[in-house]
């Protein structure tokens, strides 16, 4: 039987995935390299989100943890809100709260949905629910656009960075700010080969290490461990 491919996950995952990578010779190693606080119960914070409870906003969602930072909060009864997302992990939590008639468009990243706001005509202010550290992509197109964003801060992402002493033959990175925790104490070796969830994460690796790097069309981590799966299956070959 041939070696088995390690791989580390920069973020933990679901038995099923790493029973998924076994069936295909590989061995997943998972550690968190960043923690999500909801800051949501903060008297400054929740009083912004009380009161776009009571309006009929357009609301943008990138992240699944600003969902449920919004919608798990004890108040929450369901607004009327017209809602653009992020697919696959933020359009799945949307669902728990809203039917599928409240999303008026959905994107692979912030960059295509930024276009779907601005394709919207009736669309002049926005209400952005985001983490301390989001990107800039998609306020700054919206602004260039004329389209009035009101940021509203749910949750803070705290890196939690750890050495590792094993060499892994890929690494699965799913944010600029697990990049960043990973490469403020680790470096690899150039034969290990960097899969990234999308182009602003690959983006961040970019700035760390010339490795190669795989990115992964989809925003989830399913798709991404499927092209590490993929890509190590094909050399193999």
């Known amino acids: 039987m041939s070696n088995k491919i390690s791989i580390l996950s920069t973020m933990p995952l679901e038995q099923s995935l790493l029973n998924k990578a076994l069936d295909h010779n590989i061995v997943l190693n998972t550690m968190a390299f960043i923690q999500v606080i909801d800051i949501s119960d903060e008297t400054e914070v929740w009083e912004k989100i009380s009161a776009a409870y009571q309006q009929n906003a357009t609301v ?14 004890p ?49 002049k202010e926005v209400i952005f629910f985001c983490g301390d550290k989001r990107m800039d992509t998609l306020p700054s197109i919206l602004l260039r656009s004329g389209i009035i964003t009101k940021e509203i801060v749910v ?18 990175f799913y944010s600029p700010s697990g990049v960043s925790s990973f490469f403020s104490m680790n470096t690899t070796s150039p034969e290990t080969v960097l899969f990234a969830i999308g182009n602003t994460t690959a983006a961040a690796i970019k700035l760390e290490t010339d490795n190669k790097i795989v990115v992964c069309p989809t925003p989830s981590k399913e798709a991404l461990l499927d092209e590490a799966i993929n890509y190590f299956n094909n050399t193999k070959k």
């Open 60 to 73: 943008v969602f990138t992240s699944a943890s600003a969902v449920f930072a919004v919608c798990e909060h």
């Open 75 to 123: 108040s929450f009864v369901r607004p009327d809100w017209k809602i653009f997302c992020i697919e696959k992990a933020t359009k799945k939590a949307v669902l728990q709260y809203f039917d599928e008639s409240y999303i008026s468009g959905s994107a692979k990243d912030s960059d295509e949905l930024a276009g779907k706001i601005k394709e919207s005509a009736d669309v």
């Open 155 to 172: 949750y803070k992402t705290v890196e939690q960075p750890t050495f590792i002493e094993k060499e892994h033959n890929g690494i699965l």
